[in-house]
């Protein structure tokens, strides 16, 4: 089982935090190569704090966990509805807390379960059909023919073999090199613990810090170019500045081993940070890619500050990685009596 243990004071100074408020409210159109604003509720008195050198500052423990339980993509039966009403969303949270009681059983449950209050996903109330705030259905545009033919081509060489027959076939994150194989599947796809981030800034850098798998991204903001295409990296490569109070952050360079929804290489992302009070931060993220997605979409998530956070708890996945031994040991150990049995 994973362990997790107390970050070091060296690795704290790299904690960090992408953000979101609480209402996201629905976005925009927006055409290939234009990157969408998003609208934004926000309070109009409120004025940003600056950083020491001028930045707007964001920096701070930022938590997603009340929209842990909202899906990526809106039930086709919503349609354009963004919002639950009163009594929709009291048959919504009927319905997730039975199901999260299933989901975190008490000790004496099932193997490696425990007490609810382990489970940060509890108390979620969000009241958003879906994190797609753009296209305006809440879902993800159609792949593209090439995107298909690949799709099929890659079950058609995995046709006849087991689900993860080798560690080949299993996910980065399975393997603990990065979270649900690599941005921002971290903040879409929020967990049952671990949803936190933190923020340091420092002049020409912003430094974003995940609980998750401890992903920490190193974000210049000071104008220079992308590395070389040449160069492919998990996560990608990041560029930021500063628009306003928004930090747009624009990501290259991912590896072919980076799998967002069938987006490898080819994946283009456009993040943006706006504080819109003391307590909430504004995060959307745009994904563009021509050789997968019809046209680019954006999701939102909504974050607030933790303020009961002054730490970020180290994830040891590598360090006690024992899920992926065990897995494929048992497996091979079921195919030989399987064998012998015959």
């Known amino acids: 089982m994973t362990c997790r243990l107390v970050v070091s004071a060296v690795a704290s100074l790299f904690t960090a935090s992408v953000l979101l408020s609480l209402p996201v409210a629905p976005l925009l159109a927006q055409s290939r190569g234009t990157d969408s604003s998003v609208r934004l509720k926000r309070d109009a008195t ?87 705030i753009d296209p305006p259905d809440g879902r993800v545009p159609p792949l593209t023919a090439e995107a298909r033919t690949r799709e099929a081509a890659r079950a058609q060489a995995t046709r006849g073999r087991g689900p993860a027959d080798s560690w ?54 000071d104008g220079r ?53 003391p307590d909430t931060v504004a995060y959307a993220v745009t994904i563009d890619d021509p050789a997968t997605f019809t046209k680019p979409w954006t999701i939102g998530v909504p974050l607030k500050s933790d303020t009961g956070q002054d730490e970020i708890f180290e994830y040891a996945c590598h360090e006690g990685n024992y899920a992926m031994r065990n897995i494929l040991s048992g497996a091979r150990a079921d195919e030989q009596a399987t064998a012998k049995a015959r």
């Open 225 to 277: 170019p992308h590395i070389s295409q040449d160069i492919r990296q998990y996560l990608g490569d990041p560029r930021g500045h500063w628009e306003g109070n928004t930090l747009v952050v624009e990501v290259t360079n991912f590896s072919d081993k980076t799998d967002f929804r069938g987006s490898r290489e080819t994946l283009r992302l456009v993040e943006r940070f706006t504080r819109t009070g």
């Open 168 to 221: 080949t076939d299993r996910s980065l994150g399975d393997r603990c090199i990065v979270s649900r194989n690599g941005w921002p599947h971290v903040v879409v796809n929020a967990g049952s613990y671990g949803n936190i981030f933190r923020i340091v800034q420092s002049p020409g850098y912003v430094v974003l810090t995940h609980e998750m798998i401890h992903e920490t991204r190193i974000i210049p903001v």
């Open 46 to 132: 409120y004025s940003v704090p600056r950083t020491a050198w001028g930045d707007p500052d964001l920096q701070g423990f930022w938590s997603y966990n009340d929209d842990v339980d909202t899906p990526l993509e809106r039930p086709s039966d919503l349609g354009g509805k963004s919002e639950f009403g009163d009594e929709e969303l009291a048959a919504v949270l009927a319905e997730r807390a039975r199901r999260n009681v299933e989901r975190a059983p008490t000790i004496g449950g099932e193997t490696g379960a425990g007490p609810t209050h382990w489970y940060e996903f509890w108390n979620a109330k969000s009241t958003r059909t879906s994190k797609i």
